[in-house]
C-alpha cells in the first residue's frame, strides 16, 4: 500500500516508471519536453562537440527558443549564437526552434501546447513554474539542459510539497502580482518552501486568470521553492484543447492525504498593492509605504507580468495619459501571441500614445540587455530580479511591483498607488 | 575514497549567490564565453571575506547556515570549485545550487544543524556518498546520502566530463 501521493510525486513517478514515489528519493526520470534558451549555447554547443554527440535520441522533445537576445546588439556575441542555434536545429531534425520575436519559452510552452496537464518538463529556469498553471511540472536543471537533450533522461531528487488554499477574490486595484510579492514576503526569510514543489489550490484560484496564475508561479522561485503546480479547472481544460493538437495529456490531482510540508492558507480580498524594495526579492511592502520615491525608468513585461492580462490592465491606467517627461517606460509583450493580440485590441497603440516604447517579444531590459541604469537611477518594473547592479550601476535601484503600480508610477513619476487613477477611470 | 577532510570557512544565513559570493554585474557580459575562472576566483566572497581568494587552499570546505548561495547563476559554483572548495556543506540551500554545483563537480551537502557545530578554521570531514559528516569532536551528523549516479557525476568532475568518459566506451565498445 504505497502513501497518498501529492501531484508532484505523481507525475515524477509516472515518468520514471515507478506506481509512486517517496519525498527525498533520488530517481532518472525522462521528460515529455526540454527546453533550453540561447545564452548557454555557446557552451552547450562546446560540450556537444566535446562529448561527441551525433545525433540526439529525441529531437521531437527538445524546444529551443531565443529569447534572452531578441535582436542581437552590435558588440555582442549573439548573433553568432542565433546562427549556429538555428543550425545545430536543423541539422538534427529538432522542429521547435523559436527564433527572435517569439517571445518567452514560458509562453512558448504554454501557447503551443506543449505544456499540457501531467507533463513533466525539464527547463533551464525556476521562473518557469509558470506552466504549472496549466498543470506541467517544470523541473528546473539549469545548464543541465543538455545533459537532458543528450540522454533524454536526467537525475532529480523528488521534492516536498508544500499546499497554498486562495480563499476569496483580489480586491479593486491589486493584481497577481501582489499576491506573489505578499507570498515571498511572508515564506522567503524562514525558508518554509525551500525546495518545495508548491501546490495552489481552493475557491480563490477559479477567481484568478490564466495569466494570473501564471504570474503568481513564475516568481514563487524567489522564496527558494523548487517548482509550482495548480490543479486543472475547466478554464485550463478549454485552453489546453484548444493547443493539444491531439498531443497526450492527462490531469493529475493530489490524493487525499497526501503530506505537504507546509500549509497555507491566503484570502485574495486581503491582499492590498504591493511594492518590493531593493536589493530583495522578498521585501515587499505596502505601496503606500514606498509612494512618491521619484523613478527615472519604469518597464513592464517578461515571464511574470508580460502577458496579455498585464497589457490589458497597464493600457486601463495609460489609455488617454501621458507618462511623466523625466520617466522612460519600456513594455514587452511577453510572446508574439500577446503582441498580436494587443496589437489588434489596441493596446499597443495606446500604450505608445502614452509615451512608453514597445520592444520585441523576449527578455529585453529584464536582465539589463536593454534599457540599463546609470548610477543613482530609479526603477520600477514588473521584472523578476532588485538586486544590485541587476539593469546597471550598482548604486541604482530596482523596486518590483505588477503592472497597475508600474503604470501608475509611469504617470505620476514617482512610485504611486494606482487606485485613485483607476477609480477616476471607472467613474 | 569519498571522504573529504579540510579547513572550514564558515559563513552565516542567506548568503547571496550572485550579489555575495560572487559579483553577476561584473561578469553579465561573459554570457556564452568560456568560464573565466581567474576572475571568477579573484572574485569570489570578495566582499565578503576580502582575505579569501590569497587563502582558500585546495580542499577546504564551505559550511554555510540557511538558505545558501540563493539566487545563484552557475557561475557561484564554477567560483567555489575553481577556489579549490571540495564540498559546501550548509543548513539549506535551493534545489537550483545543489544541482548547478554537482554539474560542475561540486558537492553540497544539506546538513541541518551543521552550521552550530562547527567554527571557521576546524577541520571537518564530509563524505556526500554516506552522507556522514565527521565533527572536529568526532561527533557525526547525516546528511543525504547521494544517488549512484550523483556520485558518479561528482568523482568524475561534473555532469559532462562523466558523459565524455561513457560516450568515448560506447564509441570503444562499438570499434569506432
Known amino acids: 500500500m504505497t502513501a497518498p501521493q501529492t501531484i508532484a510525486q505523481k507525475i515524477i513517478a509516472a515518468h520514471c516508471g515507478r506506481a509512486a514515489v517517496e519525498v527525498g528519493d533520488y530517481v532518472t526520470v525522462t521528460p515529455d519536453y526540454t527546453a533550453c534558451q540561447e545564452l548557454f549555447w555557446p557552451g552547450h554547443k562546446r560540450n556537444l562537440e566535446r562529448i561527441g554527440v551525433d545525433r540526439i535520441p529525441r529531437p521531437d522533445k527538445a524546444v529551443m527558443v531565443i529569447d534572452h537576445s531578441t535582436s542581437a546588439a552590435m558588440g555582442s556575441p549573439h548573433h553568432e549564437t542565433h546562427r549556429t542555434l538555428r543550425d545545430w536545429c536543423a541539422q538534427q531534425g529538432i522542429e521547435n526552434f523559436f527564433g527572435p520575436g517569439n517571445g518567452l519559452r514560458h509562453l ?85 518552501l525551500l525546495q518545495c514543489c508548491v501546490e495552489f489550490e481552493g475557491p480563490g484560484l477559479a477567481s484568478l486568470s490564466l495569466d494570473d496564475r501564471q504570474t503568481v508561479l513564475a516568481s514563487l522561485f524567489h522564496s527558494g521553492a523548487y517548482t509550482g503546480i495548480m490543479a486543472p479547472d475547466a478554464a485550463v481544460l478549454d485552453y489546453v484543447r484548444a493547443r493539444d493538437a491531439g498531443r497526450p495529456w492527462q490531469v493529475v490531482r493530489a490524493d487525499p492525504g497526501a503530506a505537504y510540508m507546509t500549509e497555507l492558507t491566503y484570502d485574495l480580498s486581503a491582499i492590498q498593492p504591493m511594492v518590493t524594495l531593493p536589493p530583495d526579492a522578498h521585501g515587499g511592502v505596502p505601496v503606500e509605504q514606498a509612494a512618491g520615491q521619484r523613478i527615472d525608468q519604469a518597464t513592464i513585461g517578461y515571464c511574470s507580468n508580460g502577458r496579455l492580462d498585464d497589457l490589458r490592465e497597464a493600457a486601463r491606467l495609460l489609455r488617454g495619459r501621458r507618462i511623466a517627461s523625466h520617466v522612460t517606460l519600456y513594455v514587452t509583450p511577453g510572446s508574439r501571441g500577446v503582441y498580436v493580440e494587443a496589437s489588434r485590441e489596441g493596446i499597443l497603440g495606446d500604450l505608445a500614445e502614452a509615451g512608453a516604447t514597445i520592444l520585441a517579444p523576449g527578455c529585453t531590459t529584464c536582465w539589463g540587455y536593454q534599457g540599463v541604469l546609470n548610477a543613482n537611477e530609479v526603477l520600477i518594473s514588473t521584472q523578476q530580479f532588485n538586486y544590485q547592479g541587476r539593469n546597471g550601476d550598482r548604486t541604482s535601484r530596482v523596486f518590483l511591483a505588477g503592472p497597475a503600480v508600474v503604470a501608475a508610477s509611469a504617470i505620476a513619476g514617482a512610485i504611486a498607488d494606482p487606485r485613485p487613477l483607476l477609480a477616476e477611470t471607472a467613474a | 575514497m569519498t571522504t573529504c577532510t579540510g579547513r572550514v570557512w564558515k559563513f552565516g544565513d542567506d548568503v547571496h549567490g550572485d550579489d555575495g559570493i560572487i559579483e553577476f554585474s561584473i561578469i553579465r557580459d561573459s554570457f556564452g564565453k568560456e568560464f573565466d575562472e581567474d576572475a571568477l576566483r579573484a572574485m569570489c566572497f570578495r566582499r565578503m571575506r576580502p582575505e579569501f581568494a590569497q587563502l582558500v587552499r585546495r580542499g577546504d570546505i564551505i559550511v554555510g547556515g540557511r538558505n545558501f548561495a540563493h539566487h545563484n547563476h552557475v557561475e557561484v559554483s564554477v567560483a567555489l570549485r575553481a577556489s579549490g572548495i571540495a564540498v559546501v556543506v550548509v543548513e539549506s540551500c535551493d534545489s537550483g545550487f545543489l544541482r548547478r554545483a554537482l554539474n560542475h563537480g561540486l558537492p553540497v551537502m544539506i546538513c541541518p544543524d551543521i552550521h552550530a557545530a562547527v567554527q571557521d578554521g576546524e577541520a571537518l570531514s564530509a563524505d556526500p556518498a554516506t552522507g556522514l559528516v565527521t565533527l572536529p569532536d568526532g561527533r557525526i551528523l547525516r546528511a543525504k546520502p547521494f544517488s549512484e549516479r550523483m556520485v558518479q557525476i561528482w568523482q568524475a568532475g561534473g555532469s559532462i566530463p562523466l558523459l565524455e568518459r561513457e560516450f568515448a566506451a560506447r564509441r570503444a565498445a562499438a570499434g569506432r
Open chain 1, 108 to 192: 512558448v510552452l504554454t501557447e503551443r501546447g506543449f505544456a499540457r496537464p501531467g507533463t513533466l518538463i525539464f527547463s533551464d529556469e525556476g521562473n518557469i513554474a509558470s506552466i504549472g498553471a496549466l498543470g506541467a511540472l517544470n523541473l528546473p536543471i539549469s545548464t543541465e539542459v543538455i545533459v537532458a537533450i543528450i540522454q533524454d533522461e536526467n537525475w532529480i531528487a523528488v521534492p516536498p510539497s508544500a499546499r497554498i488554499t486562495l480563499t476569496g477574490q483580489l480586491g479593486f486595484g491589486v493584481t497577481a502580482r501582489d499576491l506573489i510579492q505578499t507570498i515571498l514576503r511572508d515564506c522567503t526569510a524562514d525558508g518554509r
